[in-house]
């Protein structure tokens, strides 16, 4: 899939979500806003590990040339 297809599916599902559980208040739209609530703790976590694997890596790296320096 291209960046344009996950584009316009991430924008239809927040108007589905937002007019199935704001505007008709159905338990699907309810699935729907709970189902996008982990998706982003999913994110929020995954984000933060990569970006912690990344520094930990960088550290290694940083403290390896330094030894060859000497």
């Known amino acids: 899939m291209n960046k344009k297809t996950i584009l316009i599916s991430a924008i239809i599902f927040a108007a589905v979500t937002l007019i ?3 505007v ?7 699935f729907l806003m709970t189902l996008s609530f982990s998706a982003f703790v999913v994110l929020i976590t995954g984000a933060v590990y990569y970006i ?17 320096i000497k």
């Open 52 to 68: 912690s694997k990344f520094y930990i890596n960088q550290i290694h790296y940083n403290q390896k040339n330094r030894e060859n």
């Open 24 to 30: 008709l208040q159905t338990a699907v739209g309810g």
């Open 20 to 22: 199935l559980n704001n």
